[in-house]
Nanobody, 124 residues
Framework: QVQLVESGGGLVQAGGSLRLSCTAS????????LGWFRQAPGKEREFVSR????????YYADSAKGRFTVSRDNAKNTMYLQMNSLKPEDTAVYYC?????????????????WGQGTQVTVSS
């Protein structure tokens, strides 16, 4: 079992930045591929970004390309999502997730563990 806890969400104006963190307990994160997802009110949860077990491979949804950067520090058992140039449409609850695959997919169902989420609100 692994417990994931997201932090770093908040209220920010459009154009601003936030850095989300996902910290694990119970097992080391280095054994998992990791992903970020988000869910806006009234919408389905959607993929944002993913990073391989080693950190050498990353992938982004089109909505995140060029603005978001995913990274991980296995020594700190933590994954990050740096979000720049935020837009009101980025408003959502952001979730981190862990997959047993070394290079995880973009599909919700392929992740085994999920955090509780952190709220990101971008005002216009």
């Amino acid at each position: 079992q692994v417990q994931l806890v997201e932090s770093g969400g908040g209220l920010v104006q459009a154009g601003g930045s936030l850095r989300l963190s996902c910290t694990a307990s119970g097992r080391t994160l280095s054994t998992f591929g990791l992903g970020w997802f988000r869910q806006a009110p009234g919408k389905e949860r959607e993929f944002v970004s993913r990073i391989s077990r080693s950190g050498g491979s990353t992938y982004y949804a089109d909505s995140a390309k060029g603005r978001f950067t995913v990274s991980r520090d296995n020594a700190k058992n933590t994954m990050y999502l740096q979000m720049n140039s935020l837009k009101p449409e980025d408003t959502a609850v952001y979730y981190c997730a862990a997959s047993s695959a070394a290079v995880p997919t973009s599909r919700n169902r392929d992740y085994d563990y999920w955090g509780q989420g952190t709220q990101v609100t971008v005002s216009s």
